[in-house]
């Protein structure tokens, strides 16, 4: 059993450009809207969803990269309605998104 039901890290690693860095496409941002909107749903917590910022996770030029553990599902990001969408999908329903998947 694992201490989170799935545990989300959002690559936020900024680089100066011309160098791909998920932070120059809003990664910090994103994370934290998304654990604003983990918190809102009361979804956060031991035995529920975790959303953490994580270092370069070595797919920069994919990037804004987020991926999702146990599934160890990585997606791709544009905006809050991406967001919103891994959110309502994969993080309550167990449904991938796979439009948004790398
Ligand atoms: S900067 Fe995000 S994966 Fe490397």
Redo the contacts with the bound molecule.
């Keep these: 059993m694992t201490y989170y039901k799935r545990h989300v890290f959002f ?1 936020c ?1 900024q ?1 100066d450009p011309p160098e791909a ?2 932070n120059n496409h809003g990664s910090a941002d994103m994370q934290a809207y998304a654990k604003q909107r983990i918190k809102a749903l009361h979804l956060d917590g031991k035995g529920k969803v975790r959303i953490n910022k994580a270092g ?5 030029t994919e ?1 804004p ?1 987020v991926v999702v553990y146990p599934d160890a599902v990585w997606y791709t990001y544009v905006d809050r309605h991406d967001i919103d969408e891994i959110i309502e999908s994969h993080l309550i329903h167990g449904h991938i998104v796979e439009r948004l998947k790398i």
Aim: proline content about 0%; charged content about 25%.
């Design positions: 690559c690693n680089r860095c998920c370069c996770l070595d797919r920069c990037g990269v």
